[in-house]
DNA sequence: TGAAATGTTGGGGCG
DNA sequence: ACGCCCCAACATTTC
């Protein structure tokens, strides 16, 4: 007679190597399933990835297609299986936790046992603490105490995955309609990237080969292929962390503890959240619950469309648009400037790169919009406010960055590529542009911009 | 994981 | 030869 089968439930998980709930399930049959849940948020360019790494696994596993409130989706799918089990990794989000009590209890109550297993983050949000037992709100010694703790190894992909004998039936992707209907920026981003597990692999692969040990230095620069862009496939889960440990740890090259430490700032996000769930929409610093920010839509528009005048903002920002991604160091600069020199309110900044982003990832999100605004516990200082213009000429000196997503500044010299309103009329006239209708002049002046945040921010200090 | 304002120093032009 | 001034260049402080 058959064994009852497993259901594991997969959600950013989305990976048959290191999966922790997939492995204790995989001698017997299983049931894998993907659930899209009622009223879960996600962002138009996550949908669109979520969309082809399904598609992807679905390639190389039987896995079965729900759509419902998850409690009820498995205890329904228990009883048509006759299965003993549901298995899943954890999960951090205070609703994705929610969601997965509820399915727990639930469960429970139909009799169906539960394992749920680490596998996201390096360190359970809640283990790591101070001498004192506090949680941390620092980076630093947050991460050298993580360091103290164990970690397991990653754990091979299952020799073999056997279905039930009589396999239940489930929805179609198409059905799900998942990315939207707007071809004009999906198919950036289908040329820009290749989800899946495989495709994750071989992303690490190559990164490590190329760019791993000038990784400390060649990060910061947005017109080199310095950073490893596997952002997409963590946040999806078609990697995991413990497999980016051991695959850095093992090539021993030069980049392997910034890198590293990379990660422990995706650690220190998910710890945050866990310890503070409205992370996401309140101030860290309370002070900041009355900073006088200034919303103004036709600004924000600019800068979402990367009309701004600032050319390493605007290249940022079409970037994003275009291909659901942007280098680190520009998304501190593009947030700095709508926050600190349009003094616009960092959740709409936030909100914008949720839903444009392929690595769309809450605590992440959350926690780098607060360090940019300085409302984070471990935060940029307020007045330490960047200025796009050296900021460009610092990280992106021969303008090719900019080159490539602002083109019609493509005819400008190095020595005024990021800063175009300084351009002699002759070297305007020659690149073809005419500032205020090829590209527009700067929204602020950032000097003034800059006196204004400061102002604002002691006006804000000395209310509270 | 800043930048601007302010302070200090030392070489060189010049009367 | 000497003192004075100018101003890079660098360092420190402030926001």
Known sequence: MDASPIIVWLRRDLRLADNPALAAAAAGPVIPVFILEDGEEIGGAARWWLRQSLADLRRRMPLLLRRGEPARVLTELAAETGASAVHWNRRYSPAGAASDRAAAAALAEAGVAVRDFPGNLLFEPWTVRSRAGEPFRVFTPFWNRCREHEVAAPLPAPDSLRGPSAPPRGDTLDSWRLPPDDPEWMDGLAAAWRPGEDAAAVRLADFIDESLDQYATARDRPDQPGTSR????????EIGPRQLRQAVGAASL????????????????????????????????????????????????????????????????????????????????????????????????????????????????????????????????????????????????????????????????????????QAAPAALAKADITLGQSYPPPVVDHGAARRRALLAYQQARGAA
């Open 230 to 237: 596997l952002s997409p496939h963590l946040s999806f889960g």
């Open 254 to 421: 030069g980049g392997g503890e910034p890198f590293l430490r990379q990660l422990g700032w995706r650690e220190f996000a998910w710890h945050l959240l866990h310890h503070a769930p409205d992370m996401d929409r309140v101030p860290l610093r309370p002070e900041f619950a009355r900073f006088p920010w200034r919303s103004d839509d036709d600004l924000f528009e600019a800068w979402r469309q990367g009309r701004t005048g600032y050319p390493i903002v605007d290249a940022g920002m079409r970037c994003l648009r275009r291909t659901g991604w942007m280098h680190n160091r520009v998304r501190m600069i593009v947030a700095s400037f709508l926050v600190k020199d349009l003094l616009m309110p960092w959740e709409r900044g936030a909100a914008w790169f949720l839903e444009r982003l392929v690595d769309a990832d809450l605590a992440i999100n959350a926690a780098s919009w607060q360090w940019v605004a300085g409302c984070g516990t471990d935060a940029a200082p307020y007045f330490r406010i960047f200025n796009p213009v050296l900021q460009g000429e610092k990280f992106d000196p021969r303008g090719r960055f900019v080159r490539q997503w602002v083109p019609e500044l493509a005819g400008l010299p190095d020595l005024t590529i990021h800063r175009p309103w």
